[in-house]
């Protein structure tokens, strides 16, 4: 990623740097425990629901994040008849915008 493509991005963002969990896990595993443990001391939360990892969109832990920070895997969420409307933004470019917030190496990123 180019210089000015950084400084683009990082003024989109509003100059925060953002604190990237990818879950995979379903609700009950002991990972998604922690991951929901970090999650809730962050600041600046941006959540990637992928795999059995959709599952949580069905606890009420997803519902105290703002919409705008859940990602959601289409297929995946598709796949799983997991169909939960108003909460998440689920998208066709999943990975492509995962790939970004992961390599962009001012963010920290967690994978459970």
Known sequence: MSKVHQ???SYENGGIL???FLLTKS???V????????IT????VVLYLTG???YNLLCPSV??????KILVCKEDQKARGVQIEGIVITLIDFYDRMIEDIMDEKNKVYVF
């Open 31 to 38: 990972r998604t425990r922690l991951c929901w443990r970090l």
């Open 7 to 9: 400084k683009k991005r």
């Open 18 to 20: 953002k604190d990237v």
């Open 41 to 44: 001391q962050s600041e600046n």
């Open 63 to 68: 519902q105290k994040l703002p919409p705008k």
């Open 52 to 54: 059995d990892g959709v």
């Open 27 to 29: 609700p009950d595993h």
